[in-house]
């Protein structure tokens, strides 16, 4: 099992996660119309060249998504029960087509589950940043994890 079991996380563990992706301008308009979003700040090229930005801004749901993808293998892949919530969410800095993106995880808190005595619950800090190491995303998630098989 690539992923940690609930007993395999500490408090404070930090994970830099090797795999990054560059994101595209196909990721932005897939992402946007499979999501029904159409702002054209995502999906308008010539509308994006009004705005501050002078192109079209990647859709910032993917960007999250993207960010708490990278992080799966090294944290949750095979051992995650479910997503229970997201507490916080920031986006310091605009992402575009043509940037590359990696991610930080760090854990926050970890506690038995009250009702399911079989699983637990981390909380993770995720980070990600572009390729010239700014933060472009942060988020708290609260993640339902299997204990170790008995």
């Given at each position: 099992?690539a992923?940690?079991?609930?007993?395999?996380f500490?408090?404070?563990?930090t994970?830099?996660?090797?795999?990054?992706?560059?994101?595209t301008?196909?990721?932005?308009i897939?992402?946007s119309s499979?999501?029904y979003?159409?702002?054209?700040i995502?999906?308008?090229a010539e509308?994006a060249?009004?705005?501050e930005?002078?192109?079209?801004?990647?859709?910032s749901?993917?960007?999250?998504?993207l960010v708490?993808?990278?992080?799966?293998?090294?944290t949750t892949?095979?051992?995650t029960?479910?997503?229970?919530?997201w507490?916080?969410v920031r986006?310091?800095?605009?992402v575009f087509a043509?940037?590359?993106?990696?991610?930080?995880s760090?854990v926050?808190a970890?506690?038995?589950?009250?009702s399911?005595p079989?699983?637990?619950?981390v909380?993770?800090?995720?980070?990600?940043?572009?390729q010239r190491?700014?933060?472009?995303?942060?988020?708290?998630r609260?993640?339902?994890m299997?204990?170790k098989?008995?």
């Open positions: 099992m992923g940690r079991y609930f007993e395999d500490e408090i404070g563990q994970f830099t996660h090797e795999v990054r992706r560059t994101v301008d196909m990721d932005n897939l992402f499979l999501t979003n159409p702002a054209a995502h999906i308008d509308y060249k009004d705005t930005f002078g192109k079209p801004l990647m859709n749901i993917f960007t999250l998504g708490v993808g990278l992080s799966i293998y090294d892949l095979g051992t029960v479910g997503n229970l919530g507490e916080e986006f310091a800095k605009p043509g940037d590359t993106l990696r991610s930080e760090k926050v970890i506690r038995s589950s009250k399911r079989n699983q637990g619950i909380t993770f800090e995720h980070r990600g940043f572009n190491g700014e933060e472009v995303a942060y988020c708290r609260v993640a339902l299997l204990r098989p008995a």
